[in-house]
């Protein structure tokens, strides 16, 4: 595939136009041996990731407020000029000028529209322009191997200060939240969602549940046939459904993995062996700040990587974030 098709299959599927899943495949391959391909790539993640702009509130705020003197000067001029009979009545002076206002009465209201109008679109232009650069510059300076150091310095600032645990996590989330139920399947981590009924004759074996034992010890999940990813496993008395722990960023589904398996029990998921546990907030030396996911979550890359292998999220997320409020930084994995 060459460059200018590959390139015009990743601007389509950035747009939500749906495309060929092989076609798609076969592009972000040919990413992988392009370097210029691979910057597009990118560039296209981060613009699907940036949130749409938004006028400042005090902006909003002054224009209304001009809007409704603009009303009230146009309601007392027409109260107070006196029309006499059989005589033209006089164009109405400009508040601002003295002179007399020669323009037709429909166009004051329209002009109105179209500057208000003008300035939603230059401020929401410009704030998409802040966005974009800012982005990019990010980019290529991973690319150099340099470091953004603001938004370190700023997250690391946020999280020392304690002003806001974790992207939204409230201090009741740190000191309450339990480890769901969770099962590992190669790394890969399920969460028990609830007990259901299968019908054994269909089940397809999928994989022995992680550290459940050998031969007849052995605990096995079965593909759910929900076309989801989902599992069932059997456990005493009952079969149970489990689903992935997933997350987004940039239009990709990423699953939770973990280095300690889990058999059916409440703990906490961990970091791969590859990754060890940061030593500082802002994730170093381990990890350096990337951008946010769809939930508006920051997450974090390797110091000497990208996002393409995955990405890291910090400690106590908020109870209700996919993580759960796990006291441990995790791991996300790209679903292939």
Known sequence: MDCATAQGLLSEAADGRLIDAGELAEARTHCETCESCDTFARGLDLLSSVR????????????????????????????????????????????????????????????????????????????????????????????????VATADQELAEERTLGTAPADGASMADKQTAEPPVYASLGGNVYVLTETTTVDESLLVTVAPVADSGTGDDAVYAYDAGTGDGSIVIRDATSWTRYERVLRRFAGRSYQL??????????QWPDLPAAYPTPSAADGSPTFRFFGHDELGVSIFVPSAGSERNGFAIAADTASDDPAAGNPQWTWWAPLP
């Open 52 to 147: 749409a702009p938004a006028a400042p509130e005090p902006l909003v705020r002054s224009i209304l407020d001009s809007i409704a003197a603009e009303k009230t000067l146009s309601s007392s001029a027409g109260a107070e000029q006196e029309i006499r009979p059989n005589e033209t009545p006089e164009p109405p002076r400009s508040p601002l000028t003295g002179t007399r206002d020669l323009r037709p009465s429909w166009w004051v209201p329209r002009l109105t529209v179209f500057a208000t109008a003008a300035v939603f679109m230059v401020a929401a232009l410009t704030l998409a322009a802040i966005g974009y650069l800012g982005g990019f510059r990010q980019l290529t300076a991973n690319k150099a191997g340099d470091t």
């Open 257 to 266: 993995q973990t280095r300690t398996p889990l058999k059916m029990t409440a």
